[in-house]
């Protein structure tokens, strides 16, 4: 399975994608908006996991436009500032939506459960 993370804390992102890649995913991750959509216009990923809140593009702008070059993609949202309205937007524009610091387990799960919920 292919993945794109998005996170604007390059030591939460970089440690993700090696806890990921050792449990057998394929991770490319970005730590700015204009780079993910950069690597999403080269590759094909099965879901990506976007931080809700980064400075300049929110996750949910670069949902919108990551939507239209991989309309097919998954999403499961990430935040360490959880609100109630960012609780309720990212609930209903991904897959599932979980609070930092988050079990590998359980974010493993969740990978799992959208894209073979939604294939």
Do not use: C, W
């Amino acid at each position: 399975m292919r993945l794109l993370l998005v996170d604007d804390e390059n030591e939460f992102v970089t440690t993700l994608a090696e806890r990921l890649v050792i449990r057998g995913f394929e991770v490319d991750y970005a730590t700015k908006a204009v780079d993910a959509l950069d690597l999403a216009e080269k590759n094909r990923y099965d879901l990506v996991v976007l931080d809700m809140k980064m400075p300049g593009t929110s996750g949910l702008e670069l949902k919108y436009m990551l939507e239209q070059i991989r309309p097919n993609m998954k999403y499961i949202f990430l935040t360490g500032h959880g609100s109630e309205e960012d609780y309720v937007a990212g609930s209903q524009q991904a897959t599932h939506y979980l609070v930092k610091p988050v079990n590998i387990s359980i974010l493993i799960s969740k990978i799992n459960e959208a894209v073979d919920t939604h294939e």
